[in-house]
Nanobody
């Protein structure tokens, strides 16, 4: 059975960094596009960035592209979201997601058929 499990979240002070990881199991990540999204309290889910299944297209949406990086490691079935210079408004639940042969286009669509359970990131002093 296919699963995605996020790790690496938690509490961090403003200006700090976190790297979220997402472990894929039950399937081979090589043929899957991946995405990272987040949802702040009371807000709609927001797209952060994506990697196409081929790995050729890698996008982080504005205005996060100066601080966030997305990547995937097919060999180890891992996806990563590196977040630097974190701000209180980055607080929320972060999700990884995958789509077979998924593309990656600026401003989406971020449509996926498998999602992680979400992990909390809190930026506060």
């Amino acid at each position: 059975q296919a699963h995605l499990v996020e790790s690496g979240g938690g509490l961090v002070e403003p200006g700090g960094s976190l790297r979220l990881a997402c472990q894929a199991s039950g399937f081979t990540l090589e043929h899957y596009g991946i995405g990272w999204l987040r949802q702040a309290p009371g807000e709609e889910r927001e797209a952060i960035g994506c990697v196409s299944w081929s790995g050729i297209n890698v996008i982080v949406e504005e205005p996060l592209e100066d601080r966030f990086t997305v990547s995937k490691d097919n060999a180890n079935g891992m996806m990563y979201l590196q977040m630097n210079n974190l701000k209180p408004e980055d607080t929320g639940v972060y999700f990884c997601a995958t789509q077979l042969r998924g593309r990656c286009l600026r401003k989406g669509p971020y449509e996926y058929d498998l999602w992680g359970q979400g992990i909390q990131v809190t930026v506060s002093s």
